[in-house]
Every structure is written in structure tokens, then in C-alpha cells.
């Protein structure tokens, strides 16, 4: 007799429907269209903004960090990536399982610019943490008029 996990229902809550609109439509249709890069499960992500820059943290413990990509064009930030559970036998069949498996993407729009040049990456202790410095801005100064 196998052991099976059964679903939780779903909780629609206002948040819920609109993470899950924001999901829909910001992802890019070449990643939410094909079979390949299906979204399987969604790790957990926290955004944050400082004084100085945004900052974005995403849990994603077992996730080898060759299996992470972490995209930005122009304010749309993607972060991608695959976890695979591997059997330690071959002859090993669940009774019970709950860890989540297969490719995720994640997709946040900036709420400003960011410097490209200077955005960095890291992926310690299963977070990946990445900074995103806000663009200096631009100093007024008062225009001569000929």
C-alpha cells in the first residue's frame, strides 16, 4: 500500500488570484507557453527596497546553483530554475513525498530602473539573493537660454 500526498485545496484569496494574474501576464509567453519550461512549483521570494537599491530573495534549497538563471531586461527581473530529486537507490519507492520538484520561474517588475552594470548575484546556504542599485539620479541644473 503506497502513501499518497493528498492536494490541499485551493484558498482563493484576493492576494492568491492576484499573484497568480501577475504571474500570468508577466511572465514572457516564450516561457509560459512551452512544455519544456513548464512552471512546476514556485519557490518562496521576498522583495525589498532600500535607500539605495531593490533586493530580491528567493528560496530554493536544493537547487544546484548551475540550475539557476537570473535575467533582467529593462525592469522585468526573471529568475529561473530547476530542482531535480534524486533517488539515492535505485530500488527506492516513495511512500511519502512532499519536496517539490522540476522548473520554476519567478517574474518581478521593477519599480524603477536599475543599473544593469552593477546588479549582482549570489547563492548561499539555498537563497539566492540579488542586489539591484537604483540608477543615480540625474543632478538638475539650471539651462542656459540663448
Known amino acids: 500500500m503506497k502513501l499518497m500526498k493528498v492536494p490541499r485545496p485551493a484558498v482563493h484569496t484576493p492576494r492568491t488570484e492576484l499573484e497568480h494574474i501577475f504571474d500570468r501576464f508577466l511572465t514572457p ?8 519550461i513548464e512552471t512546476e512549483w514556485a519557490p518562496a521570494l521576498d522583495f525589498s527596497e532600500m535607500d539605495n537599491e531593490y533586493i530580491v530573495r528567493l528560496e530554493a ?3 544546484h546553483r548551475e540550475n539557476l538563471d537570473v535575467n533582467l ?3 522585468m527581473l526573471t529568475l529561473t530554475g530547476k530542482r531535480e530529486v534524486r533517488r ?8 511519502w ?6 522548473h520554476f520561474v519567478r517574474s518581478i517588475r521593477l519599480p524603477k530602473a536599475v543599473d544593469m552594470d552593477k546588479v549582482v548575484a549570489a ?9 539591484l542599485p ?6 538638475k541644473s539650471k539651462i542656459a537660454i540663448k
Open 97 to 102: 513525498k512532499e519536496r517539490e520538484e522540476g
Open 88 to 95: 539515492d537507490l535505485e530500488s527506492e519507492d516513495f511512500i
Open 123 to 131: 547563492y548561499q546556504d539555498g537563497v539566492l539573493i540579488v542586489h
Open 73 to 75: 531586461e529593462g525592469q
Open 29 to 36: 509567453a516564450l516561457l509560459r507557453d512551452a512544455p519544456l
Open 61 to 63: 534549497p536544493g537547487v
Open 134 to 139: 537604483k540608477l543615480e539620479p540625474a543632478v
